[in-house]
């Protein structure tokens, strides 16, 4: 089993600065991609950003220049960094990953985290 666990949320004002963090824990022989999703009431859950194992990187455009992803892979971590923040940055921002749990065979599960509140206030 893995877990996700999120830190870094909380309210900021417009043009402000959040990082955050996930840190994935369990046992797993590797993590290949990790990102960052998004969820307001009502709406679907978004891509904000994502990194491979390799360190290829999609944003998506609402947050390109804005935010950076970047991993640490000895610490299991991954990061979102998240400048010139806006109101409509407002949402839960969840941490995701595709784990493969065994060195074979060759398959990946994706886990979760349990989210972490962003609020950008105006």
């Known amino acids: 089993q893995v877990q996700l666990v999120e830190s870094g949320g909380g309210l900021v004002q417009a043009g402000g600065s959040l990082r955050l963090s996930c840190v994935a824990s369990?046992?797993?022989?590797?993590?290949?991609?990790m990102g960052w999703y998004r969820q307001t009431p009502g709406k679907q859950r978004e891509l904000v950003a994502r990194?491979?194992?390799?360190?290829?990187?999609n944003y998506a455009d609402s947050v390109k220049g804005r935010f950076t992803i970047s991993r640490d892979n000895a610490k299991n971590t991954v990061y979102l960094q998240m400048n010139s923040l806006k109101p409509e940055d407002t949402c839960v921002y969840y941490c995701?990953?595709?784990?493969?749990?065994?060195?074979?065979?060759?398959?990946?599960?994706?886990?979760w985290g349990q989210g972490t509140q962003v609020t950008v206030s105006a």
């Open positions: 995701n990953a595709d784990v493969q749990p065994y060195v074979s065979p060759v398959y990946a599960q994706t886990y």
């Open positions: 990194i491979t194992s390799g360190g290829s990187i």
């Open positions: 369990g046992s797993f022989f590797r993590l290949n991609t």
